[in-house]
């Protein structure tokens, strides 16, 4: 290489070099100094804004508009939530396929972050979401639920006869007590009542069989104190939806009353409520939901308990844990099972003096090792409702990131159920000559996991079930999730370290 053509490369390096330490400094030369900007810092002092120049956070001077950025110092902690880190996973069915169903095939997708309750929805849960719209201030604000919530086609023809009789449109069919005057609020008690028997109530009366003594179950399991904390069961997939909007209500209402008492410089005083209160807050957390099918699979198998050497993992999973075995290898609590199934015919625990499982019908959400991401009885005690409408070939319909099956999406806007934010299938594909032939309909949802009624089989992951959403079974229960917004820069707890053979 000739002289000339050595002073030409070390000129062009020392430029290619300045021009870096002009953009990564601090300050460029002319210009806007440079900003590494991140969701908690951007409200400080000095930051402006990268499209337009203007300083966040000044004092309106008519000249130019500023945005107003609150202090952000990572999503709320939400109660009882785990941080579940996002990745890729083969999704399926790794058991034999003993039903032919051919429903999971594996397939490889991807999963965001995302947050899960560490345990089952219990009983005293429930009985918080019961008490809160018995309180006569939040009667009033009972969801609509007339419009596609109503599965009792006596009870719905009841409520239309009702309201077609407060405006005189037709006989007065069941003989409802004629009032005086007619107030709003008359309608409203109505709608209370409706509420409480198609929402607020999990129908007991799952536990009842005429060949079977298990009355004390239907008398005793919701509201006796010794049950608080074992598995609501009775409930069904719309009153699941439910009490996840309601959770997101209570949660945000005191998120949002804590930080007011700590609202030195009165940025909250516009807002009376949490609901008045802007996502852009930054002090109310996003909605609690049911996770998908593909959300569920990917935090029942925890994957991250396997995983050596980057990205390399040792085996893939049957079960919520290594091996091929339902009981304990290691440890004193070697030969124990480590989820709450049916043995066999017959069999839900054992014999006395030395029960196994120790579990009749539903356990403690507590009992049982917590599987790598720290969920409680994920492979067993109840399974679990899931957001995903069922179709049997839904694994070919849905996109590989994220993937969810909602019937057909409308572009318009989503709703919590999403009967009534998609467009339905063509019957044809389930009905012949008009009468139906088929279980599976636009009301069909999953569940996943296996329960004190199942044997092992259904404890793995990869199994999937449906249901009508407007039924309810005494082996099925649900537990919420929560996307995790943001980036982890800054924020230790969205990290999985392993702390007594557990990850945490």
């Not at 337009?52 to 709320?76: E, F």
């Not at 806007?413 to 088929?438: E, F, I, R, W």
Request: proline content about 4%; hydrophobic content about 35%.
């Amino acid at each position: 290489m000739n002289q000339s053509m050595k002073t030409l490369l070390v000129a062009g390096t020392c430029a290619v070099t300045l021009g870096a330490c002009s953009m990564f400094g601090k300050k460029q030369s002319e210009g806007f100094p440079m900003q590494v900007q991140r969701s908690d810092n951007v409200h400080k002092k000095g930051m402006f804004s990268q499209v337009t120049g203007i300083p966040y956070n000044m004092q309106d001077t008519g000249a130019y508009t500023s945005l107003k950025v609150r202090p952000y110092l990572g999503q709320p902690d939400g109660p009882n939530l785990v941080f579940i880190e996002g990745g890729r996973f083969v999704m399926g069915s790794g058991e034999e396929d003993i039903l032919y169903t051919r429903d999971n095939r594996e397939r490889a997708i991807s999963i965001q972050s995302f947050y899960m309750d560490m345990t089952e929805v219990a009983n005293i849960h429930w009985l918080e979401f019961m008490e809160f719209y018995k309180q006569d201030k939040n009667k009033s604000e009972i969801p609509n639920i007339h419009d596609g919530y109503t599965y009792d086609s006596k009870k719905t023809e009841r409520y239309n006869a009702y309201v077609d009789y407060l405006n005189n449109t037709k006989t007065n069919k069941y003989n409802f007590q004629k009032l005086d005057v007619i107030q709003p609020n008359d309608v409203k008690r109505f709608d209370y009542s409706y509420f409480l028997v198609q929402i607020l109530r999990p129908d007991t009366t799952v536990w009842a069989r005429e060949t079977a003594f298990n009355d004390s179950y239907v008398a005793n399991y919701l509201r006796y104190p010794g049950f608080r904390f074992f598995p609501v069961v009775g409930i069904n997939w719309v009153q699941a939806q439910e009490f996840c909007k309601w959770r997101t209500r209570a949660a945000n209402e005191y998120l949002f009353n804590e930080a007011k008492k700590k609202d030195k410089d009165g940025a909250l005083n516009e807002y009376k409520t949490a609901k008045d209160a802007p996502l852009e807050s930054g002090v109310i957390m996003p909605d609690y939901r049911l996770p998908t099918e593909a959300e569920w699979e990917y935090a029942a198998k925890g994957m991250i308990g396997t995983q050596y050497e980057d990205e390399n993992q040792s085996n893939n999973r049957v079960y919520p844990w290594d091996g091929h075995a339902t009981r304990n290898p290691y440890g004193k609590q070697m030969g124990f099972f480590l989820a709450n199934f049916k043995r066999g015919r017959g069999d839900y625990a054992g014999i006395a003096g030395k029960q196994n499982d120790a579990a009749l019908i539903t356990e403690w959400v507590y009992a049982y090792p917590p599987n790598d991401f720290g969920l409680y009885n994920i492979g067993g005690n109840v399974a679990e409702w899931v957001e995903d409408v069922y179709r049997p070939l839904a694994f070919e319909d849905v996109n590989d990131l994220n993937p969810v099956r909602r019937i057909q999406l409308d572009s318009t806007k989503l709703k919590s159920d999403p009967s009534k934010s998609v467009v339905g299938d063509p019957t044809s594909n389930y009905l012949l000559a008009g009468k139906k032939n088929s279980l599976v309909d636009d009301s069909a949802r999953v569940y996943k996991g296996g329960s004190w009624r199942d044997v092992a089989y259904w404890l793995s992951p990869g199994t999937r079930r449906y249901l009508n959403k407007f039924e309810a079974r005494d082996y099925i229960g649900f537990r919420c999730a929560m996307i995790m917004a943001g980036e982890k820069v800054g924020e230790k707890r969205r990290g999985n370290k392993r702390v007594g053979g557990q990850y945490r």
